[in-house]
């Protein structure tokens, strides 16, 4: 058995664009002036009300939440009027294939909600690569380590036998608490020395160099 558990967005997925408009529109509902869009980067791969709380810290929760509420209306919108684009990062999905082929199980562990992570691994054709699936909605925000134990449970594996991957410290850090290994990945939110001070064993420049270092 071996489990490699992935981050999505960031990690597979380049969905910068859809969360930085929702994320103004939250910030705009209460005539607020929205963070950079690069603090908007960095908060990705927690959840939604952990988000929130990092970008505006001093407001009370009542505010925190309403915002979250105008968030993802924003974002559904988007998505119903066909303006949120996911992509895979190029080779990501030729690395998903062929550990699948190689006999790895393969998991997702994300601060997306299950109707978002859905709708993101079907509109790029590899839902069915993933035999566990873990977000937002049942587990508390990264870097609790609640998100791969329940993967580990459904793959029925053991954490000496896992990876996580993703590109926050978020993800480093959960790792690291659930006593899996984390490899970094430099192509999304976070600085790979971030990544490594975090815990990340590695940090690969290229899809192709993620697979190399999982199969050698």
Request: proline share 5%; charged share 20%.
């Amino acid at each position: 058995m071996k489990l490699a558990v992935f981050d999505c967005d960031g990690t597979l997925v380049d969905g910068q664009a859809p969360i930085c408009e929702a994320m103004e529109a939250a910030f705009a509902a209460f005539a607020l002036d929205a963070p950079s869009r690069g603090e908007i980067r960095r908060a990705v791969g927690l959840s939604l009300p952990q988000a929130i709380r990092s970008l505006l810290p001093g407001a009370d929760s009542e505010r925190q939440n309403a915002m979250a509420e105008v968030y993802k209306l924003s974002f559904r919108t988007a998505r119903e009027q066909g303006r949120v684009a996911q992509p895979l990062f190029p080779g990501v999905e030729d690395v998903l294939r062929a550990l699948h082929g190689a006999g790895w199980t393969l998991g997702v562990a994300t601060g997306m909600s299950d109707r978002g992570l859905g709708f993101c691994l079907e509109a790029n054709g590899i839902a069915d690569l993933f035999v566990t699936r873990q977000t937002a909605d049942r587990h508390p925000s990264k870097p609790h380590p609640a998100m791969l134990e329940e993967a580990l449970c459904d793959a029925g594996a053991q954490s000496g036998q896992a990876v996580m991957i993703g590109d926050t410290v978020y993800d480093m850090r959960m790792a690291a608490s659930a006593s899996v290994r984390g490899i970094g990945v430099d192509w999304g939110y976070h600085h790979p020395r971030e990544l490594l001070e975090a815990g990340a064993e590695v940090v690969v420049e290229s899809p192709a160099q993620l697979l190399e270092h999982l199969l050698k």
